[in-house]
């Protein structure tokens, strides 16, 4: 295992903050007239008790999600979309206007908006042409101010894994946080890299119930860490994060794990079809890999095919203002009705193929 001393990189007022104390901390059985809850109820039929505050630590959730992933309970953040762990994680570990974190685009946008929010520097190390990370340059950019090291795989926007030897280098050789965002993991012929929190005590896996679950609408994000980091986290989030409405139907899914392997496979069987259609089009420059439940690809004026197709009524994503994605655009794999009007469109604007 590789050592690091958690605690050293805790912002200072994080470590000696008194977190708040809610009513369920303390008891959440009998008569509650302890949290000013409206105990005449919701205003229409409720069988849930939405009118009581909902667990603070989502205990339940966090066993089944543990349990999936094959973790303890103390591995496991709940909190509203991954969007909230990664503000977590710089409010815990980075110092407003002091601190520096590490990105590689092209990547998830979010987490230099979120540093930006937050106050924190931002440092660069673009991923090569074939979108892969480079280890060295990375180690080789960390400063003393440096705290947080993103790295997203399967990447978005481009849909590749990265090499998993590349990312153990990357945290084997730097003494911070890194997060390794997993948001699309289960569509990934690369395993999850959860199986080695017990071997990098600075390792945080992030996921979500968005993609392979196909509850983007709940907003239900998870991180994954050592019991210390998660105690960081739980210790710094707003007390009732979660809400009850999010954490039922988050559990209902764990009831229903057949069904979502049933559409993970269809989702992968879709994508080969698209990848396969995509690459008859000559007019399509190149299909990247994929790894993900999108693909992205290249094609000549791609800003202007994208606003064409949005006008046949199909909407999908132009990613050309990325690095090294110039003309690129990235399809999400719809249904196969919804794909089949994706490729009608295409058609439409390039004329036959």
Same mark, same amino acid.
């Not at 947080?148 to 998993?164: H, K, R």
């Not at 991180?223 to 007390?239: D, G, H, N, Q, T």
């Given at each position: 295992m590789k050592k690091t001393d958690i605690q050293d990189l805790v912002r200072d007022n994080i470590l000696d903050l008194k977190p708040y104390r809610s009513a369920r901390d303390d008891f959440d059985t009998g008569i509650l007239l302890d949290a000013n809850e409206n105990s005449l109820g919701a205003?229409?039929?409720?069988?849930?008790?939405?009118?009581?505050?909902?667990?603070p630590y989502q205990e339940e959730l966090r066993d089944k999600i543990a349990a999936f992933r094959g973790v303890n309970r103390e591995n496991v953040f709940v909190g509203v979309g991954s969007d909230e762990a990664i503000d977590l994680l710089f409010r815990i570990f980075c110092r407003p206007g002091k601190d520096r974190v590490i990105i590689n685009p092209?990547?998830?946008?979010?987490?230099?908006?979120?540093?930006?929010i937050n106050d924190i520097a931002v440092d660069e190390v673009l991923l090569t042409e074939s979108f892969q990370l480079q280890p060295e340059r990375i180690l080789e950019t960390v400063k003393p101010e440096t705290k947080?090291?993103?790295?997203?795989?399967?990447?978005?926007?481009?849909?590749?894994?990265?090499?998993?030897n590349d990312v153990i280098k990357v945290m084997e050789g730097f003494n911070g946080i890194v997060v390794?965002?997993?948001?699309?993991?289960?569509?990934?012929?690369?395993?999850?890299?959860?199986?080695?929190?017990?071997?990098?005590?600075?390792l945080?896996?992030?996921?979500?119930?968005?993609?392979?679950?196909?509850?983007?609408?709940i907003r239900l994000g998870k991180?994954?860490?050592?019991? #210390?980091?998660?105690?960081?986290?739980?210790?710094?989030?707003? @007390?009732y994060?979660? %809400?009850? /409405?999010?954490?039922?139907?988050?559990?209902?899914?764990?009831?229903?794990?057949?069904?979502?392997?049933?559409?993970?496979?269809?989702?992968l069987k879709e994508r080969e079809r698209v990848i396969g259609k995509l690459v008859t089009f000559s007019q399509v420059e190149k299909v990247y890999p994929t790894d993900a439940n999108f693909v992205m690809f290249r094609i000549p004026?791609?800003?202007?095919?994208?606003?064409?197709?949005?006008? #046949?009524?199909?909407?999908?994503?132009?990613?050309?203002?990325? @690095?090294?994605?110039? %003309?690129? /655009?990235?399809?999400?794999?719809?249904?196969?009705?919804e794909n089949d009007r994706f490729f009608s469109a295409l058609e439409k604007v390039l004329g036959k193929k």
């Open positions: 205003p229409f039929d409720d069988d849930m008790n939405l009118n009581r505050y909902p667990m092209p990547t998830y946008g979010m987490y230099k908006v979120s540093a930006n947080i090291i993103f790295i997203c795989s399967p990447n978005n926007p481009t849909g590749n894994s990265l090499d998993v390794v965002d997993e948001a699309y993991i289960d569509f990934s012929r690369q395993g999850s890299l959860v199986n080695n929190l017990k071997d990098f005590e600075n945080v896996v992030l996921q979500t119930m968005s993609k392979s679950f196909g509850l983007a609408g991180a994954l860490a050592s019991p #210390e980091i998660i105690s960081y986290m739980m210790k710094v989030k707003a @007390p994060n979660v %809400n009850k /409405l999010t954490s039922d139907t988050a559990a209902k899914a764990f009831l229903n794990l057949s069904g979502i392997t049933k559409n993970i496979q269809s989702i004026d791609a800003l202007n095919v994208y606003k064409k197709i949005a006008d #046949e009524g199909v909407v999908i994503r132009y990613r050309g203002n990325e @690095p090294y994605c110039e %003309n690129c /655009l990235r399809l999400t794999i719809g249904t196969e009705v």
